[in-house]
């Protein structure tokens, strides 16, 4: 059994803060990040609820110090930001020093710009800059850039379990030696687009989302960035790095049921589950706490709920609960800023709330933890699933 | 360490690809300034019913994909991996116009389903029931390569034995538009459009879907094996030759051994450099070969080029019809293939019989 790959630095930005100490001063202190749309207008405004950043495009360009020319999307700048916090916190000085990649994640990447400027293109050349924007590798084109990065560059967008598999690929990618040093994790702007596609497909509620809860309406959208920093052991040995924690496991599998529905028993879930158990070396009976998809969706969370009753059968599911309360459901960055929480989780020994909850499954008899619960944490699970059937699952342990 | 084989081959193109040998009914169209695909017959490997509901992206991929499985002679694979550049984009160009035309009311949900850019490999995978390991990769000109350094990471590690890939891309009437309105793709007005000769910025632009079966162990059916495959952002023209040398050497090779090289032309002025400076000199004395006058150019053409490259080691043939210059070798069993967009994404595959 191998120890994982070393996690050497955190960035994020969401709506719960602009940092990973603030994130998670949010977290223990139920400072939930839900709130009424204002960057975007929409004819949806007054009726959904959404985890936005509160910062304009004009605040995040000025932080980012972008020049007047500049075609960056939202989504690009909130994954500069925390990418560059990322960087920055894992102490590195020379990006190129060492085989550094980016692995990035993306639903709809600049979508939030073609939407914006979808009919004006021909009338406004001024604007034409921004066709680039809607290519899913842009957002990961522009960090690299921000950051001078000039190896291995690539985007993986598998709808809300992207982050995951940015991080998985990493850590393949450190563990066979293919690369020194990758930077892991995602970007999703709120966009139009989305809002309108998962309204379309009624899955958006509109109170504050209630996880495993029975009375769940449906989800809360977000937006957010994070990315994580994995290094190799000769390296973090060599410079004498701090290591946050590590990635001790990683699955993925397709539920092959439906392209936006999740099967009754979780097939792909409990797949990618038991796969990140064998990767890892762990027994179920030895994670702490599971950071559940929990999107509150009826469909997901009975899925989920059956997949880990299916894992732990007759022993007693550990501790879990699903952040989205906080940050509502960022897509393709969520599995990146619940890397993240799952981090600071193993840090701190904490369990965080899952909020909103009153009502357990008639289904079964998962109560997720509801209130701060202070203990030893040595392995935190967390689940990510996406349209399409794609079901990740990462297990992070205590260096 | 395992080594990872082409074992199948299927590719839907702007050629006719498929019911033939190798490009031997294919046609250079100097007329147009983006190409539309060949289409094969759908109803032969979908049901009309479900065929009408599908993106052409997802249509497409599903018959390269059987294509590929039938040609490898298995039914299933352990894992499904994609590269696409912009996903169903017909789909999306759908459901936001909608969205803009009818000021967020009245829409139904399936065109924003089949947007996601996951779709065809879960389409894939929902066809198969393959419950296997399922990425897709997005990034631009080196979505395919990523895929495929994926896959043979998966093979390498005994984490699958048989993985199928592909990049699948498809043209967009209104992203076509805009495409020409920022200089993706060349202007209306330029024909007859020549990619090895043109002064003109721009490309000229196709659509396609490749897909490989790619197995751990070599097989009476086995076009080529994969050596190695190199992704890079950013480079200078002056640092292309040098990458390639060290590329090489880590395989053990030298430019000499190779019998040739495939680049990726795509007609646009600015940056054939990239390429032209490695047929003039370093690669001067080896057979180069292109592909895009015949596929056209987008994110994920270089599959195309990949499935062009593994027919010649099998057939030992190069058709004139992809050659740039009249340099021959007594065999052709190993293969560089070069790929870059705009100066950035660039990709490195190497392939032997």
Known sequence: MSKGVAITGMGIISSIGNSVEENYISLIENNIGISRITNISTIHADVIKVGEIKKTNEELVEELQL?????????????????????????????????????????????????????????????????????????????????????????????????????????????????????????DGLAKFTINGFKALMILSDDFNKPFDNERKGLNLGEAAAYLVLESDEIVARQNKKVLARVSGYGNANDAFHQTASSENGDGAYLAMKKAFDISGLKPSQIDYINVHGTATPNNDLSEGRALKRIYQDEKVPDFSSTKPFTGHTLAAAAAIEAVYSVLAIQNNVVYPNLNFENQMEEFDLQPQTSLKNKNIEHVLSNSFGFGGNCSTLIFSKS | M?????????????????????????????????????????????????????????????????????????????????????????????????????????????????????????????????????????????????????????IEEDEAQSVLIGGVDENGDYTTALFKLNGRIKADNLAPYDLLNSTTSGAVYGEGASFFVLENERKDNTYAEILDIAIVNTLEENEIEAEIKSFLKANNLEISDLDALVLGFDGNADFENYYRNLAENAFAEIPQLYYKHLSGEYDTASAFALWMASKIIKTQEIPEIIKVNSVEKPVYNTLLLYNQLNGKNHSFTLISK
């Open chain 1, 67 to 187: 020049t007047e020319d500049n075609n960056f999307s939202r989504t690009a700048m909130i994954g500069t930001l925390a990418a560059k916090q990322a960087v920055e916190n894992a102490g590195i000085t020379s990006i190129n020093e060492f085989r550094t990649g980016l692995i990035s994640a993306t639903s709809v990447g600049g979508m939030d710009m073609t939407e914006r400027h979808y009919y004006d293109y021909f009338t406004h050349p001024e604007l034409i800059k921004y066709i680039t924007c809607h290519d899913g590798g842009d957002v990961a084109e522009k960090i690299a850039e921000e950051l001078g990065l000039k190896g291995i560059v690539t985007t993986i967008s598998t709808a809300c379990s992207s982050a995951a598999n940015a991080i998985m690929l990493g850590a393949r990618l450190i563990k066979t030696g293919k690369l020194d040093r990758v930077i892991v994790g995602g970007a």
């Open chain 2, 2 to 154: 395992k080594r990872t084989y082409i074992n199948g081959v299927g590719c839907i193109s702007t050629q006719k690809t498929f019911d033939t040998v190798f490009l031997e009914e294919a046609v250079v169209n100097h007329n147009q300034n983006v190409l539309a695909i060949v289409p094969p017959v759908y109803k032969d490997y979908i049901s009309p019913a479900a065929s009408r509901r599908m993106a052409k992206g997802v249509k497409n991929g599903i018959v390269a994909s059987a294509l590929a499985l039938k040609d490898a002679n298995i039914e299933n694979v352990d894992a499904i991996i994609t590269g696409t550049g912009l996903g169903c984009i017909e789909d999306s160009e759908k459901f936001l116009k909608s969205i803009l035309d009818n000021n967020e009311e009245y829409l139904t949900p399936t065109s924003f389903i089949q947007s996601t850019h996951n779709t065809v490999g879960a389409q894939i995978a929902l066809l198969q029931q393959c419950k296997g390991y399922n990425f897709t990769y997005v990034n631009g000109a080196v979505s395919f390569e990523s895929a495929l350094l994926d896959a043979k990471m998966q």
